[in-house]
């Protein structure tokens, strides 16, 4: 039996994160993972890119069964804290887009970071191994192993939640909640986009590779970004932001051309004389193949010349408002995050420690804490697991 202070389970982002300080404040801390390399999804990340954190992050940006419980370790641990550690180790790095920071050259050297730290951390590293039990036996939680049998003072869950199994996504960590009694928040798939219902799929399917620029809402949460035709659904960055808030057979609503009062356009245009077939004179504002397959959607057909202005409101108000219910998310398969997961009310906001279980910690996506697309949930990542370390 080997014995460490610190054992953390999951060497992605949130567990070498924790284990490098809880290291480099002199703890002896061993790092387990079933993989062969460490931060796999962070390989994957941002195109190849880690978009590693966002300079606006905020509670807001977060989802999660209690809004509060983010603050304390987002406060802590800010993004400029990340980027402060980024440039320790010149990485170069450009805003990509509102907020959101990548490597210009590759998502490893985010990863090649970690593995620094935790170097200086002192921190064991063993992978490619399958974790059999955990246990508390008085003060000690015994973690056994095909690599052996391990105890340690504090054990850390950073296993991450169900997305991308095939690069080794496991439900591991809410077993260990459920067997110390902690309750889960359902989890689901989120970022992953939608697909679309039986009927939508005959009609949409076909557009597969249309993009439009559009406000996806669903209940209170909007996002002003693309949508991008699949051949199953709906993809893009605003549907992929939607899919975080969305609940099976709830409708999301899409404003189809936000900068236009698609209804006014239209009249103007019949007014100014316009004698084009409805479809084309759509195809003015939206792309072409997208504005035939909504006409036809919506029974309409023939020159502009022969609508009422109640029909063109009508067809107006239906791209400003266009209701969709999708069948489902994509899945766990695409997902980038699962919703959900260790009910917060169990753990300490301050120091993510359990609080009936003296010793047991849980940072990162495992977590009942879900951020937006565009580098919030790597800030949860580091930040959560800042908070773990400081208390270790
Ligand atoms: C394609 C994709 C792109 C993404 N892009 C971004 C992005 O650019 N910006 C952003 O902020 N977020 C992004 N995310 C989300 C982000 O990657 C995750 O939220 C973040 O990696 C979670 O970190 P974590 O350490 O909590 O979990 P993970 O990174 O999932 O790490 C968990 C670790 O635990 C290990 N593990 C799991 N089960 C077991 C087990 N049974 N035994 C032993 N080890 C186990 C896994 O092998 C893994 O190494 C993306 C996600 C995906 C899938």
């Not at 849980?362 to 951020?371: A, L, N, Q």
């Amino acid at each position: 039996m080997q014995n460490f202070d610190v054992i953390v389970i999951g060497a992605g982002g949130a567990g070498m994160m924790c284990a490098a300080l809880a290291g480099q404040k002199g703890r002896s801390v061993a790092i387990l993972d079933h993989n062969e390399i460490v931060g796999r999804k962070i390989l994957i990340s941002g195109g190849g890119r880690c978009n590693f954190t966002n300079i606006d992050a905020r509670p807001e940006n977060f989802v999660s069964q209690n809004p509060h419980f983010c603050k304390s370790a987002l406060a802590r641990y800010r993004p400029r804290d990340f980027i402060k550690l980024v440039e320790s180790y010149r990485i170069r790095y450009h805003e990509k887009k509102l907020g959101q920071l990548f490597c210009n050259d590759s998502a490893k050297q985010i990863v090649d970071l970690l593995m620094g730290e935790m170097h200086k951390g002192k921190v064991r590293l063993i992978l490619s191994t399958k974790i059999n039990t955990v246990n508390k036996d008085n003060e000690k939680f015994i973690v056994t192993t095909e690599s052996g049998d391990f105890s340690c003072d504090s054990l850390v869950i950073a296993s991450g939640g169900l997305s991308i199994p095939q690069i080794g996504a496991t439900g591991f960590g809410y077993d260990i909640a459920r067997q110390f009694g902690l309750n889960i928040v359902e989890t689901a798939p989120a970022l992953d986009g939608f697909t679309w219902s039986h009927a939508d799929l005959d009609r949409f399917g076909p557009l597969a590779g249309v993009s439009i620029n559009s406000c996806v809402s669903v209940g209170k949460a909007s996002f002003r970004e693309n949508i991008l035709f699949t051949h199953t659904g709906l993809s893009g960055p605003a549907s992929l932001q939607a899919s975080l808030y969305w609940q099976r057979g709830k409708k999301i609503s899409i404003d189809l051309s936000p900068d236009l009062d698609v209804g006014r356009y239209l009249w103007k245009r019949k007014q100014e004389g316009a004698r084009q077939e409805i479809k084309n004179l759509l195809s003015e504002i939206l792309p072409k193949r997208f504005a035939e397959a909504f006409i036809e959607s919506k029974k309409l057909s023939g020159p502009v010349t022969g609508l009422a202005e109640k029909t063109i409101q009508a067809l107006g108000d239906s791209l400003k408002n266009w209701q969709v219910e999708p069948h489902s998310t994509v899945g766990y398969r695409k997902a980038e995050v699962t919703r959900g997961g260790v009910d917060t009310s169990h753990l300490s906001s301050k120091t993510m420690e359990c609080k009936d279980v003296k010793g047991l910690y849980f940072i990162g996506e495992v977590v009942d804490v879900t951020g937006q697309l565009g580098g919030y949930n790597f800030q949860w990542a580091w930040a959560s697991a800042v908070s773990a370390a400081e208390a270790l």
